[in-house]
Nanobody
C-alpha cells in the first residue's frame, strides 16, 4: 500500500507561480514512477508530468517549459514547480504512484485568475 498526500495548491494570478508537493508513505520501495495529473471542471483528468525512479521526466505539451517535476528521495516527496501560470491551468491536481497497482492522492485545488 502507498499513501499520497498533496499540498501547496491555492489561488494565484496569471503569470504567477506555485509549487505543489506530494508526500508518499507506505511501500515506497515498490514505486516505479510518480505522476501529476489534473482535472478541470467538466473535463476529463489529464496527464501533466512524470518522473521515474531513474530520474527521467516527461511533460504534457501544454506545460512544457513552464512546469518542472522533481523529487526528494530523502523525504519521499515529489514536487511540481509551476511557473507562468495561466487561467487554463486551473484544476484539481492529483499525485499518482505506479507500482504493480496505481495509487492516487486526494488532490489539491489550483486556481489561476485575476
Amino acid at each position: 500500500q502507498v499513501q499520497l498526500v498533496e499540498s501547496g495548491g491555492g489561488w494565484v494570478q496569471p503569470g504567477g507561480s506555485l509549487r505543489l508537493s506530494c508526500a508518499a508513505s507506505g511501500s515506497i520501495c515498490s514505486i516505479n514512477a510518480m505522476d501529476w495529473h489534473r482535472q478541470a471542471p467538466g473535463k476529463e483528468r489529464e496527464f501533466v508530468a512524470r518522473i521515474t525512479n531513474g530520474g527521467s521526466t516527461n511533460y504534457a505539451n501544454s506545460v512544457k517549459g513552464r512546469f518542472t517535476i522533481s523529487r526528494d528521495s530523502a523525504t519521499n516527496t515529489v514536487y511540481l514547480q509551476m511557473n507562468s501560470l495561466k487561467p487554463e491551468d486551473t484544476a484539481v491536481y492529483y499525485c499518482k504512484a505506479d507500482t504493480v497497482r496505481t495509487y492516487w492522492g486526494r488532490g489539491t485545488q489550483v486556481t489561476v485568475s485575476s
